[in-house]
């Protein structure tokens, strides 16, 4: 990687792309530190104790704690992605839009499509966040004496923010290295990264003085981070090679074709989409009893939720941990099931003249990938259930690792961009490299 990285700052075109990709996540990083007109200082501090626990923290987590700070780009990218899947879900439902996603041009109406999503989606998740903070008190004492004046400035700075991070975003893929929306998640979860080290050096020297548990928790955690990163790295690029064969074929005076070939499928195709759909599911009923005020959790369906539905429940958390695995199980299966097509990948090999060897052409083709794509979703479920849950069982055992609870996710999606970040560069260095022309 890091010598990928060097010959890449060697060529001026793709040095100037890096320098790019980097002003404009500096440009993001200050943004996510300007404050927001009418809110209160300790508005941090407030927003960890409410809401540290529940899908609000993994959302400041992957906004880089812009969204516990209520800065300008507090609702950082979630906007942007909600409406990409929104729109790949639609292209998949509607077949004028699946046509129109075939189409050059039909893909750039698509692309204008959802920028108007993301405008909508960011003004509607600001007035909400609006509503949050001024429902929890963390605005300043001066929102209250002009409330109305002050929620719309509010709610049109989050909107402007999040409109900025998506023209951001998209500037990084024009100009720059990588995908833009990857990039920014990936600088929001490092900017966590000198907060975590300083944490564990609290556990290692407290006020009081040297603590060897707290040295041997730090281990720990370091040992296990530095283990689930490996493991990462070599699932990531882990794949099942499916070996194609296509026959010979005779074009004027040339043959074509004759030659093996394979289908790779990721062993992780479906990344890190089932773990924030999985988080963003389980969490949702212990935030709306967390949102709602005065309510009772001694009794009802608020106690059921606490107790069983709560991430921060020390009684809850094997049944918390059991259901949310179930969950990450099912949203691996549906997320490979919306975005691969066996039956057109089928058609693709016969339409090329290829076949799997010993596998007939047409639908005994679509059920063998289909079966091979069920074991291999199968098993990159089990390896995500590791990545996400190891850190929460940790947390079982010790009160303090429970703050680490999304660190598996957050890492795998730190390995997955850096990986696809180094492909990228490696690829554009192997286009700028004659030397197999000239020899």
Known sequence: ?????????????????????????????????????????????????????????????????????????ALSVSPYITASIVMQLLTIAIPPLERMAKDEDGKKKITVITRYVTVALALVTAYGYTMLLSANGMLSASAGQHPIFSKVVM??????????????????????????????????????????????????????????????????????TLGLLILSVWFTNSERKIPIQYAKRVVGRKMYGGQGTSLPLKMNMAGVMPIIFASSIITIPATIVSLIPNVDTTSGVAWFISTFLSPNNSVASWPYILLYLVLLVAFSYFYIMISFNPVEVSNNIRNNGGAIPGIRPGRP?????????????????????????????????????????????????????ALETVRDLEAQITMRNYKGFLD
């Not at 995500?384 to 660190?407: C, E, H, K, Q, T």
């Open 1 to 73: 990687m890091l010598q990928t990285l060097k010959n890449s700052w060697r060529i001026p075109e793709l040095r100037s792309k890096l320098l790019f990709t980097l002003f404009i996540i500096l440009i993001y990083r200050l943004g996510a530190t300007i404050p927001v007109p009418f809110v209160s200082s300790d508005v941090a501090e407030a927003f960890a104790t409410a809401y540290g626990n529940t899908v609000l923290g993994f959302m400041s987590v992957l906004s880089g704690g812009a969204l516990a700070q209520a800065t300008l780009f």
């Open 155 to 224: 709610i049109a700075c989050y909107c402007a923010g999040a409109s900025l991070i998506m023209w951001l975003a998209e500037k990084i893929n024009e100009h720059g290295i990588g995908n833009g929306i990857s990039m920014i998640l990936f600088a929001n979860i490092l900017s966590g990264l000198p907060g975590a080290v300083f944490q564990l050096w609290n556990w290692i020297m407290p006020v009081e003085g040297f603590n060897v548990v707290g040295l041997v928790l730090a281990i720990i955690v370091a040992a296990v």
């Open 365 to 417: 083709t679509s059920d063998f990938i289909k079966k091979v794509l069920n074991r291999v979703t199968l098993i990159g479920a089990f390896f995500l259930a590791i990545i996400a849950g190891l850190p929460m069982v940790a947390g079982l055992f010790d009160a303090r690792l429970a703050a680490v609870s999304f660190g598996g996710s957050s890492l795998l999606i730190v390995v997955g961009v």
